[in-house]
């Protein structure tokens, strides 16, 4: 039987629902990770896996040519308090499908796997494809698509689901989370202290207020620091010797991670100690044939804000996704029947442009 895009389609959103009903907690992803077998092996194709990462290789794959990687992930995070619905509870109204999951990345990730399989069995492509549905995204963790990535060929390129409406973001900050030590001298409050470390806070809270980074992408804008948190003292009547403070610079492409470690480190009134410097900024050159495939379609192009599994990747990578960014990790989280729909049929589109 031929299996045409409407049956793919089809089977895609029934998929979806299961991955919905499955609890796929980062890190608890086994069993989405065998239903997403079983959906590839349905079709013929051999899967292969590491931890919670499955992966498969289209059918004709070449290591002469470049290869493209389709991935998006199936670890969900956890439902938050303010849900009225179960959140495992795939069902449709009004055209939403509801559950946790189902936009951030569900919808994504089965229309990523209904494209590689149109595409798995077709001759003369320029790229070969490899579709990685992958664990651990949420939490960026050391079993996702980092323990995998070592593993597979070289990456030429890749299309990251995530929901963005189907239109492409070309570039996608990265993020450093620094730890601030504003230091003072400890003393009795009924004392005199003219180094009192919560008072010092004042001006060093001012200076990242004010702080502005020189350079600024065309794509991203500024890079944007924000104080997310303060912490010191533990007595009423103790002067506390340190403020503790979480700055969060999410970084734009004209930055390195190390870079901007390097100059608030130097400049900053106050220790600056990064987390991890791993979770790089992306981008893909916008006269990129794929990009242009995707422009050839109506489709749009902006810089995300928000982070993904493209900060693991060293190639040029592009965002793409049926869904709303809005809606992840939402009370209720949905996403429209038609947004997979369309999202088949546009990444089917795009690809049919981008490997003839």
């Not at 070969?128 to 980092?146: C, F, P, Q, V, W």
């Not at 533990?234 to 700055?247: A, F, G, L, T």
């Not at 995707?294 to 693991?312: I, K």
């Not at 592009?318 to 997979?340: C, M, Q, W």
């Amino acid at each position: 039987m031929k299996i045409t895009q409407d049956i793919l389609t089809e089977k895609a959103i029934a998929l979806l629902r299961e991955l919905i009903s499955i609890p796929s907690f980062s890190g608890e992803e086994d069993k989405t990770g065998d239903a997403i077998v079983a959906f590839l092996q349905s079709f013929g194709i051999e899967t292969q896996r590491q931890y919670h990462n499955i992966y498969a290789f289209n059918k004709y794959f070449d290591e002469s040519k470049p290869t493209l990687l389709l991935n998006s992930h199936h670890d969900t995070v956890k439902p938050n308090n303010a849900y009225t619905k179960d959140p495992f509870d795939a069902h449709v109204e009004d055209g939403k499908l509801y559950g946790l999951g189902s936009n951030d990345a569900g919808g994504c990730l089965v229309s990523l796997l209904a494209t590689f399989v149109h595409f798995y069995d077709k001759e003369g492509l320029s790229h070969n494809i490899i579709m990685a549905a992958t664990a651990e995204e949420e939490d960026a963790g050391e079993k996702s698509i980092r323990a995998l990535l070592p593993i597979l060929p070289k990456i030429d390129v890749a299309i990251v689901g995530e929901p963005t409406l189907m239109d492409l973001a070309i570039a996608e900050k990265g993020l450093v989370v620094f730890d601030a030590v504003v230091e003072g001298t400890p003393s009795h409050a009924a004392h005199p202290n003219d180094d009192n470390s919560i008072y010092n806070t004042i001006e060093v809270l001012q200076w990242f207020k004010d702080y502005t980074f020189e350079k600024v992408s065309e794509a991203l804008g500024e890079v944007k620091l924000t104080v997310t948190q303060i912490n010191a003292g533990k007595q009423h009547n103790v002067v506390p010797s340190q403020v503790d403070m979480v700055v969060d610079v999410r970084v734009n492409d004209c930055y390195t991670n190390q870079e901007i470690a390097d100059l608030l480190q130097k400049e900053a009134p106050c220790k600056m100690i990064p987390r991890s410097l791993r979770l790089n900024s992306s981008n893909i050159d916008p006269n990129h044939d794929l990009v242009k495939s995707g422009l050839a379609l109506g489709r749009g192009t902006y810089g995300s804000p928000t982070l993904s599994d493209q900060a693991a990747l060293s190639c040029q990578s592009v965002k793409l996704g049926p869904g709303d960014s809005t809606r992840s990790h939402s009370a209720n989280e949905f996403i429209y029947v038609d947004e997979i729909v369309e999202g088949i049929d546009l990444y089917i589109k795009i690809l049919t442009g981008f490997l003839q």
